[in-house]
């Protein structure tokens, strides 16, 4: 974590004085970008970094659902089931990568490319059903749609 | 009726969410007005006379949330634009977000100008990683330009903006818990009283205003509260922007008066049903608002009082349309897995409801269902009517009460037959 304090330190100037407690967010999310997830150091870090206490950290990543404490496959690919999607299709899009992936839910492939989840409404519900990889929507999803991506990632 | 537009009043191009563009279309003209020619106490006055009301869900009046706001009391004050968007069925938001991000930006410092705001915050959930960038490109912008910093526009109003970023909380949307989320905590919700204008971020005043709803001050303060006011229905004035999706030929986000006529909406704007399917129901708001069947639209207009007539509400604006054929059961079943996820746990009525709403309806649907199980839903919701910190745990009981006051024979058939009347269906081509 220690080579990203730069980056913290120009994030921290945009924040009042007395803020410290706020950047606790902001700070994991970019160590998660990195790493993939928060490890241990990266807690005793966050906290020797902003003062906080360590409870403040440890109960804000058990709380946020997309904080991560281990790592997961090199793509994470999120259906979204919520309503809009599911009358849509995302269930049809869920089985076809659970065949397709051979894992369910919350699991990742044994060669650790892909982990599939489920995620609540990602307000995408225009353009329904929605698949989250990483950090990006693809919308309007179709089997064959997912076949073609599937192809794309790394 | 005319369907006057306020915010989505431009071609959408690749371009179009730039600062050249924006000011090319008169951006920040309204902001000059306002730093140069207006008190703050006069902003307040016009957001106050165009009797605007928040477009999160509540529909609190705007004015009156900022009336709360002491100016000169010599602590700080903060503002933060709610952009969580969490509300299923909601994405009206993220259009201002990636298309008009500077319209957002203006309007917010124009209220930091009213409020004596010196920081200034947009918490937008974590998912949103495209209207993210979107907005955190407008704010350097906007930066550069000299529209956020010291010394704005030559005058000695000083505003800086932080994007705050979620990570993954529906309950974050909820006005408290958002401000606990930013003070980089869990994002639990805080019992009122104070409000949050008296103690909300770091016990300071903090005024917190939908991204719609912000995005109306540039207007009003351009054209005058007055001429907000003659917009729309007396009791609800103004446009509203509507995302619908679901079972509905043309989805997406569309601006319209309040007042316009429901069914005309449904049917010739958004072009009926997918495939031409009949509409069984529509929830007008965000799950959480009370679905409304088909026949109810027809007599209905798109304005809180209406709606609110009807036993429902203009809500989120998150429409979704619901076609002939599919199961509600199943479909309560999707709504009240989403709550049971989202429960933040502090509140027992709302930790232990939802986990049991959710078991209920799942017993149900793999054809185990009591003969007291509906009874059992209804009372549940009731329970957690008002006996929780924050709205979440009411919402659940309307999406609940709401389906089962209407289609109550749909649960009735499947604990009496183990099985759905409609097959289950949630898809609209599966059965086409």
Same mark, same amino acid.
């Given at each position: 974590?220690?080579?990203?304090?730069?980056?913290?330190?120009?994030?921290?100037?945009?924040?009042?004085?007395?803020?410290?407690?706020?950047?606790?967010?902001?700070?994991?999310?970019?160590?998660?970008?990195?790493?993939?997830?928060?490890?241990?150091?990266?807690?005793?870090?966050?906290?020797?970094?902003?003062?906080?206490?360590?409870?403040?950290?440890?109960?804000?990543?058990?709380?946020?659902?997309?904080?991560?404490?281990?790592?997961?496959?090199?793509?994470?690919?999120?259906?979204?089931?919520?309503?809009?999607?599911?009358?849509?299709?995302?269930?049809?899009?869920?089985?076809?990568?659970?065949?397709?992936?051979?894992?369910?839910?919350?699991?990742?492939?044994?060669?650790?490319?892909?982990?599939?989840?489920?995620?609540?409404?990602?307000?995408?519900?225009?353009?329904?059903?929605?698949?989250?990889?990483?950090?990006?929507?693809?919308?309007?999803?179709?089997?064959?749609?997912?076949?073609?991506?599937?192809?794309?990632?790394? | 009726?005319?369907?006057?537009?306020?915010?989505?009043?431009?071609?959408?191009?690749?371009?179009?969410?730039?600062?050249?563009?924006?000011?090319?279309?008169?951006?920040?003209?309204?902001?000059?007005?306002?730093?140069?020619?207006?008190?703050?106490?006069?902003?307040?006055?016009?957001?106050?006379?165009?009797?605007?009301?928040?477009?999160?869900?509540?529909?609190?009046?705007?004015? *009156?949330?900022?009336?709360?706001?002491?100016?000169?009391?010599?602590?700080?004050?903060?503002?933060?634009?709610?952009?969580?968007?969490?509300?299923?069925?909601?994405?009206?938001?993220?259009?201002?977000?990636?298309?008009?991000?500077?319209?957002?930006?203006?309007?917010?410092?124009?209220?930091?100008?009213?409020?004596?705001?010196?920081?200034?915050?947009?918490?937008?959930?974590?998912?949103?990683?495209?209207?993210?960038?979107?907005?955190? =490109?407008?704010?350097?912008?906007?930066?550069?330009?000299?529209?956020? =910093?010291?010394?704005?526009?030559?005058?000695?109003?000083?505003? #800086?903006?932080?994007?705050?970023?979620?990570?993954?909380?529906?309950?974050?949307?909820?006005?408290?818990?958002?401000?606990?989320?930013?003070?980089?905590?869990?994002?639990?919700?805080?019992?009122?009283?104070?409000?949050?204008?008296?103690?909300?971020?770091?016990?300071?005043?903090?005024?917190?205003?939908?991204?719609?709803?912000?995005?109306?001050?540039?207007?009003?303060?351009?054209?005058?509260?007055?001429?907000?006011?003659?917009?729309?229905?007396?009791?609800?004035?103004?446009?509203?922007?509507?995302?619908?999706?679901?079972?509905?030929?043309?989805?997406?986000?569309?601006?319209?008066?309040?007042?316009?006529?429901?069914?005309?909406?449904?049917?010739? #704007?958004?072009?009926?049903?997918?495939?031409?399917?009949?509409?069984?129901?529509?929830?007008?708001?965000?799950?959480?608002?009370?679905?409304?069947? =088909?026949?109810?639209?027809?007599?209905?207009?798109?304005?809180?009082?209406?709606?609110?007539?009807?036993?429902?509400?203009?809500?989120?604006?998150?429409?979704?349309?619901?076609?002939?054929?599919?199961?509600?059961? *199943?479909?309560?079943?999707?709504?009240? *897995?989403?709550?049971?996820?989202?429960?933040?746990?502090?509140?027992?009525?709302? *930790?232990?409801?939802?986990?049991?709403?959710?078991?209920?309806?799942?017993?149900?649907?793999?054809?185990?269902?009591?003969?007291?199980?509906?009874?059992?839903?209804?009372?549940?919701?009731?329970?957690?009517?008002?006996?929780?910190?924050?709205?979440?745990?009411?919402?659940?009981?309307?999406?609940?009460?709401?389906?089962?006051?209407?289609?109550?024979?749909?649960?009735?058939?499947?604990?009496?037959?183990?099985?759905?009347?409609?097959? =289950?269906?949630?898809?609209?081509?599966?059965?086409?």
């Amino acid at each position: 974590m220690k080579h990203l304090i730069p980056e913290f330190d120009r994030m921290r100037a945009r924040y009042p004085k007395g803020f410290e407690s706020s950047l606790v967010l902001p700070c994991l999310r970019r160590i998660q970008e990195d790493r993939g997830f928060v490890a241990d150091e990266d807690i005793d870090g966050v906290v020797a970094y902003l003062g906080v206490p360590r409870i403040q950290v440890e109960e804000v990543l058990s709380f946020y659902g997309q904080f991560r404490r281990k790592a997961i496959g090199r793509c994470h690919l999120q259906v979204c089931r919520n309503l809009s999607c599911s009358l849509n299709g995302a269930e049809r899009i869920l089985d076809h990568l659970t065949k397709k992936l051979g894992v369910k839910p919350g699991e990742t492939t044994a060669d650790g490319r892909y982990t599939l989840s489920t995620v609540e409404c990602l307000a995408a519900c225009g353009t329904a059903p929605v698949l989250m990889v990483g950090d990006t929507y693809h919308e309007s999803m179709t089997p064959e749609k997912i076949d073609a991506l599937l192809k794309t990632l790394p | 009726m005319a369907n006057r537009r306020l915010l989505m009043t431009f071609p959408v191009t690749a371009t179009s969410h730039t600062l050249a563009e924006y000011r090319a279309r008169g951006g920040y003209a309204a902001l000059e007005k306002a730093l140069r020619e207006m008190t703050p106490q006069k902003v307040v006055a016009e957001v106050t006379a165009s009797g605007i009301q928040g477009r999160g869900g509540a529909a609190f009046p705007m004015g *009156r949330k900022w009336a709360v706001v002491q100016p000169n009391d010599g602590i700080p004050h903060y503002l933060c634009a709610n952009a969580d968007e969490g509300e299923p069925g909601t994405f009206k938001d993220r259009w201002i977000l990636e298309f008009a991000p500077h319209l957002l930006l203006e309007s917010m410092l124009i209220a930091s100008y009213a409020l004596q705001v010196r920081n200034a915050f947009v918490y937008i959930r974590g998912e949103f990683d495209g209207p993210y960038r979107r907005l955190a =490109g407008a704010v350097e912008e906007a930066y550069e330009a000299g529209y956020l =910093g010291a010394g704005i526009l030559g005058t000695d109003f000083a505003c #800086d903006l932080v994007v705050y970023r979620g990570a993954g909380s529906y309950v974050c949307g909820e006005a408290s818990a958002l401000i606990t989320s930013i003070e980089g905590k869990r994002g639990y919700p805080r019992n009122r009283p104070p409000r949050l204008t008296v103690r909300g971020l770091y016990q300071k005043p903090t005024v917190i205003n939908n991204v719609e709803t912000l995005s109306n001050i540039a207007w009003i303060v351009a054209n005058g509260g007055k001429a907000f006011s003659a917009i729309g229905v007396a009791k609800d004035p103004g446009t509203r922007l509507i995302s619908i999706s679901g079972h509905i030929a043309r989805p997406g986000v569309y601006e319209v008066e309040c007042g316009y006529p429901f069914a005309k909406f449904i049917f010739e #704007d958004c072009g009926g049903g997918t495939d031409g399917r009949p509409i069984k129901a529509i929830i007008p708001g965000g799950i959480s608002t009370k679905v409304l069947t =088909g026949k109810e639209i027809e007599k209905l207009t798109l304005d809180n009082p209406s709606l609110t007539a009807a036993g429902s509400s203009m809500g989120s604006g998150g429409m979704v349309a619901i076609a002939e054929g599919t199961c509600m059961v *199943r479909l309560l079943q999707v709504l009240l *897995r989403f709550y049971h996820h989202e429960s933040c746990g502090q509140c027992t009525p709302c *930790r232990e409801g939802m986990g049991w709403l959710h078991r209920i309806i799942d017993r149900i649907v793999a054809g185990e269902g009591r003969s007291e199980d509906i009874e059992r839903l209804y009372q549940i919701s009731a329970w957690n009517d008002g006996t929780t910190i924050c709205g979440m745990g009411d919402a659940a009981g309307y999406a609940t009460v709401g389906i089962l006051n209407k289609f109550r024979d749909e649960f009735e058939y499947w604990i009496e037959h183990k099985r759905s009347r409609n097959d =289950g269906a949630l898809e609209c081509p599966r059965f086409s």
